[in-house]
């Protein structure tokens, strides 16, 4: 190697030492400006709100799906729920919405659609098993039996109720209306077709806008994400279940939540596969039974205290009334929140300082990302890099083969996974073939992920090793037989090597995108102790509503592809100038020039 590639090598290491280093020692006190608030915490009923004064005059729509009564507990028989795991309520939630469902900074799923489902679960004598997905699947996962429910807030539509059964109503929305200061947009009906309006994709707020209003909105995949969104300008306003706007606008922020509105189509419930009722009435029973033992309006008060909307009340028709607190007059009595007088004079530049560059919480961050984060991504990406190119070896090998029977299918393989984007590859692999094999992977589709992973990988490794393999001149195949060896030998001994050696840089580009694309595996659903890098970095950004852990997240995968990439560069460098030479003899060259002198 020589001297400047060296160098070059050693100012990558030290950068890659350096980096989470350097970004905690720019968490100094003096950098920081405020303790993020933990979204995922229960606010209290110190934080409670009356119903809205800024209340659009829409109505819910009648409610015909409420169950008059519910069965005893007693008469619930619970080796007969046809749960994936006996004994264990396995279920799919999400990390991004609090205070209903989220992560918290203990990294356990809680959240008070989260917890007032333990309390029930514990009625029926039941554990309870939090898996984290994508709102987007959700619904499609507990239809597909990947879990025996689903906990989000979820709107009890006529539309979602064609895929998945739902259970008596645990709480109501609202949909809220947010809009930078000094907007124009004074409520919902201000909204029209030239204004950029952004919604959650796939929740009900997205229906809403689009065939309520009539408005294409802007679709994003969180919440956060919207919000940051419209605080920078991006969107005009922002369509969200009033819990998330609340919780979202802070003291300070240059955003006003308008108007609210009744969500329009029924209740919030647990959604549960069409074709287990026995379920669905388990789990009405146990709400019914947490309602009338106060459990409800405890955890409704720590939770989400605000006060009911006329005329509605959770569980069955026969479950008697909750019990709450006034909050409308312990709302009252809260004194008004006074803003700084500089939140309005904050510029961009300060918008998107607060919002990525939060030093605190890169320190926050970096332990979780290291302990859990990069374990896994590394795994994952290792273990379909290495099954990708096992396989891809074989579709090269298969692809320029002189029998038709194994090139055509190779080819097929390879425009199939090639053309597919690699999130619906996953979705495939984990949602349908998982209730195959759910006997050897035991419902857990991380395994499943990564063979997906390598399926999608081998695609295209194949197409490296088949390019590097033809590259090679037809010369060396006919030494290769001149000499002996047979066509099989001769691609063995000759052939393969000398391709491989020659698409090592791309083989390694192939490896960096792995390590990028591991991410998309949170669609499958995992365990919060099997999270990767970007998921973990998306449990805090839920936390505290501040896009910086996601930042961090990216440091890190900084620091895994940089080194990647200039190794990709040394390698191309060394396949085209070979070893450099040294430049000066060693002692015992030099010895024979002096003694031939």
Request: charged share 15%; with cysteine; proline share 7%.
């Amino acid at each position: 190697m020589t001297a400047p590639a060296a160098s070059r090598f050693r100012a990558v290491a030290v950068l890659v030492v350096l980096l989470p280093v350097l970004a905690l020692a720019a968490c100094s006190p003096g950098r920081n400006t405020s303790a993020p608030t933990d979204l995922c915490a229960p606010p209290g009923v110190d934080s409670a709100t009356a119903q809205p004064t800024n209340l659009d005059t829409a109505t819910a729509g009648e409610d015909t799906y409420t169950t008059p009564d519910t069965l005893p507990l007693s008469a619930i028989d619970t080796s007969r729920l046809n749960l994936i795991k006996p004994g264990t309520l396995t279920v799919g939630t999400l990390s991004d919405a609090p205070p209903s469902v989220c992560v918290n900074s203990q990294h356990v799923f809680t959240g008070f659609d989260n917890e007032l489902l333990r309390a029930v679960a514990a009625k029926l004598g039941l554990q309870v098993e939090f898996v984290g997905t994508d709102f987007a699947g959700l619904l499609a996962q507990v239809a597909g039996h990947r879990f025996d429910v689903g906990s989000s807030s979820i709107v009890t539509t006529d539309a979602r109720r064609q895929t998945v059964d739902f259970t008596n109503g645990y709480d109501f929305g609202y949909h809220a209306l947010v809009v930078p200061n000094g907007s124009p947009i004074e409520g919902f009906s201000d909204l029209n077709s030239s204004m950029r309006i952004g919604v959650v994709q796939g929740t009900v707020q997205d229906d809403y806008v689009t065939n309520t209003l009539g408005i294409v909105p802007v679709q994003f995949p969180d919440y956060n994400t919207a919000y940051a969104s419209l605080k920078t300008g991006q969107i005009d306003a922002w369509v969200a279940p009033s819990q998330q706007a609340e919780g979202a606008v802070v003291p300070g922020d240059p955003t006003t939540i308008v108007q609210n509105t009744f969500s329009l189509d029924n209740y919030m419930g647990w959604a549960v596969a069409k074709d287990d009722q026995p379920l669905v009435d388990a789990l009405n029973s146990g709400l019914d039974a947490v309602i009338a033992d106060g459990t409800w309006s405890q955890l409704y008060s720590e939770w989400v205290p605000r006060e009911l909307p006329t005329g509605w009340k959770p569980g069955s028709k026969a479950a008697p009334t909750p019990e709450l607190p006034d909050f409308a007059a312990l709302a009252a009595q809260r004194p008004a929140t006074t803003e700084p007088s500089t939140a309005q004079s904050k510029s961009t530049l300060q918008q998107l300082g607060e919002t990525f560059f939060n030093w605190e919480l890169y320190q926050r961050a970096f332990p979780d990302l290291l302990r859990t984060g990069l374990p896994n991504t590394l795994i994952l990406a290792l273990t379909s890099g290495i099954a990708g190119t096992v396989i891809g070896m074989f579709l090269a090998v298969a692809g320029i083969s002189r029998t038709r029977w194994l090139r055509w299918p190779a080819r097929v393989y390879t425009d199939i996974f090639r053309g597919l984007p690699a999130v619906v590859i996953i979705l495939i692999v984990g949602l349908g073939v998982g209730p195959v094999v759910q006997g050897l992977t035991g419902n857990n589709p991380y395994w499943l992920g990564a063979a997906a992973l390598s399926l999608l990988a081998a695609a295209y490794i194949g197409e490296i090793f088949r390019s590097g393999i033809q590259s090679v001149e037809p010369g060396q195949m006919e030494a290769a037989r001149a000499l002996g060896f047979s066509y099989r030998r001769s691609m063995a001994l000759v052939v393969v090597p000398q391709g491989v050696r020659r698409v090592l840089p791309a083989l390694v580009n192939q490896f960096i995108s792995l390590i990028k694309d591991s991410s998309l595996i949170y669609f499958l659903g995992l365990l919060a102790t099997q999270r990767e890098l970007f998921a973990v970095g998306r449990d805090l950004n839920a936390q505290t509503g501040n896009l910086s852990p996601l930042v961090a997240a990216g440091l890190f995968y900084l620091a895994l592809t940089i080194p990647l990439t200039h190794l990709v560069n040394y390698i191309d460098r060394r396949l085209r100038h070979g070893r450099p030479d040294k430049g000066t003899l060693d002692e015992l060259d030099q010895a024979i020039v002096v003694e031939r002198g």
